[in-house]
């Protein structure tokens, strides 16, 4: 089971971090990623997080990143520099069907990842 948290409302220009944390299973074993999604839009991966690799796509490097803390077996999303355009609801989900993999992707969309979190919003103001 996976319950992220941290949602709220921003400042343009503001930071937050959402948190993910995991029951059932450890973080370290599995792929954990972040997704979003907007009204009318396919669910977009972010970023994702193996024990000893993260992957980010393009658009929101040097923006968001992705980290673990193994003793509260939770994975957090640290955005800055937040933009109107990062206004959606956030998920977290695992990969639960490959034990100890060495990379992650989320290019391949979120029908890679079988389990997912209830989802938290961001709502950054102008």
């Known amino acids: 089971q996976l319950q992220a948290s941290g949602g709220g409302v921003v400042q343009s220009g503001g930071s937050l971090r959402l948190s993910c944390e995991a029951s059932?299973?450890?973080?370290?074993?599995?792929?954990v990623a972040w997704f979003r999604q907007t009204p009318g839009q396919e669910r977009q991966g972010l970023l994702c997080?193996?024990?000893?690799?993260?992957h980010s796509i393009d658009s929101v490097k040097g923006r968001f990143t992705i980290s673990r803390d193994n003793a509260k077996n939770t994975v957090y999303l640290e955005m800055k520099d937040l933009k109107p355009e990062d206004a959606a609801i956030y998920y977290c989900?695992?990969?639960?069907?490959?034990?100890?993999?060495?990379?992650?992707?989320?290019?391949?969309?979120?029908?890679?990842?079988?389990?997912w979190g209830q989802g938290t919003l961001v709502t950054v103001s102008s």
């Open positions: 997080i193996t024990s000893s690799k993260t």
């Open positions: 059932g299973f450890t973080v370290t074993d599995y792929t």
């Open positions: 989900a695992a990969d639960l069907s490959v034990r100890n993999p060495v990379e992650c992707t989320v290019h391949l969309g979120p029908l890679t990842y079988d389990y």
